[in-house]
């Protein structure tokens, strides 16, 4: 299993940035994880996708995000992180860390909480 924290959630105003930390209780580099990623969830709405990084370094990400954050990850520090610029009120939510691995399974986060006010 893996554990995971996230932090750096708060208020911003619109145009602000924030740059959110997941750290894993276990390595992220070795086999079994195959990619970290964020998600966000407001309020009566699912849980999409904001962006990822496979071990092979390759990241995907929302259109929405797009050119706004940037997904990275510290293989050494066992840690993923989201830098987001430029944000807007839409972003508000809250926002979790994934870490999926090679067998199928999800592990999350309990979140933090992304603010931005217009």
């Known amino acids: 299993q893996v554990q995971l924290v996230e932090s750096g959630g708060g208020l911003v105003q619109a145009g602000g940035s924030l740059k959110l930390t997941c750290v894993a209780s276990k390595s992220i580099s070795g086999i079994g994880i195959n990619y970290m990623g964020w998600y966000r969830q407001a309020p009566e709405n699912q849980r999409d996708l904001v962006a990822i990084v496979y071990a092979s370094g390759t990241t995907e990400y929302a259109n929405s995000v797009k050119g706004r954050f940037t997904i990275s990850r510290d293989n050494a520090e066992n840690t993923v992180a989201l830098r987001m610029n430029i944000l807007k009120a839409e972003d508000t939510a809250l926002y979790f860390c994934?870490?999926?691995?090679?067998?199928?399974?999800?592990?999350w986060g309990q979140g933090t909480q992304v603010t931005v006010s217009s």
């Open positions: 994934k870490a999926h691995d090679t067998r199928g399974f999800d592990y």
